[in-house]
């Protein structure tokens, strides 16, 4: 069983990363054990008279609440509809609760109602339930929203972080360490050369496009909180194998290196809300290259890395001068509050 060596909660059991990862275990799912839950993917799915569904929830308390490409309203439709996507779900229905401060402008909340109007709209989903509650000022920081999704998954669709085998590729659908970025340019009031944007943008057209070309999908994650190079561990530890990256491979936005230069920061582990990592068989990497480009949020899709036999649980870095590193999760969050 998992051991917390602290005894109060901190910043880092919120990050994603190792900290996170202990907590959840020693203390959510040690107490609320069941196959469902500890499974640990993205979304729960389980049949339902006849009928396979994927059920998740998650809660969005981003500072700071608008930031450029987005803000926390379409950021919690997109996380929602993605978490779902990420098991090969068609997004259906969502709910929504607000965590409101006393003081919140109600011009800011129109505007976060408005952004989540569209992006559901977008999805092809529909907003059915919700809840209000206002907290005295202080209380809360401007505006907290948890969500919650459900979803209909396909007859045959197996998607799951237990799911990579040796000799997979993996696959990602765009540029890495959009979001957290963009979140902290804004937060901290930074100017670079060129703005760098939020991803957040909804994936299930991008993964019912895969699921139509009949292509066998082993894994799907969207690399959110702990950024890729987490992501890659979780599955990694899921599926008992070892992951190999190619930095030469691996997409960024000059301006997301130029910033992490100055901050010191490294892109593996920075938040992405438009990105998924897609992980199947090496040899229908190249069509399924073909059908994420010619979506939207997939055009600049491209391969990164494949899947090894051992040693298990681990991911490395072939190097571009050929060395390798061992990419581990970090224990806390090098960017808190950027989901």
Known sequence: MTKLYTECVLLDHGSGGRASHDLVEALFVSRFDNDLLGALDDAAVFDVGGSKLAFTTDSYVVDPIFFPGGDIGSLAIHGTVNDLSMRGARPLYISCGFILDEGLPIADLKEIIASMDRAAREAGVQIVAGDTKVVPHGAADKVFINTAGIGLVPTGVDISGHNAKAGDAVLINGTIGDHGVAVLSKREG??????????????????????????????????????????????????GVAIKLVEEALPYKSSVIGACEVLGLDPLYIANEGKCLVILPHAQAERALEVMRAERYGREATLIGEVAAGPAAKVYLQTKIGGSRLVDMLTGEQLPRIC
């Open 190 to 239: 930074l100017a670079f050369q060129t703005q760098v944007e939020s991803d957040s943008a909804p994936l299930n057209g991008l993964v019912a496009a895969l699921l139509a070309a009949n292509l066998d999908v082993h894994v799907l994650r969207d690399p959110t909180r702990g950024g890729v190079a987490t992501t890659l561990n979780e599955i990694a530890a899921q599926s």
